[in-house]
């Protein structure tokens, strides 16, 4: 059981970034273009 939720830990963990690199892009270029 330890194994399997430390594994779905680090699922959730890599889909959480995945889906928060492209919004930090955005609000970096967002940043530039306001500047």
């Known amino acids: 059981m330890r194994e399997l939720?430390?594994?779905s830990m680090l699922w959730a963990l890599s889909g959480v970034?995945?889906?928060l690199?492209?919004?930090m892009?955005?609000?970096q270029k967002m940043g530039?273009?306001?500047s």
């Open 32 to 34: 530039l273009s306001r």
């Open 21 to 23: 690199r492209p919004h």
């Open 5 to 7: 939720a430390t594994v």
């Open 25 to 27: 892009r955005v609000g």
């Open 17 to 19: 970034e995945s889906q």
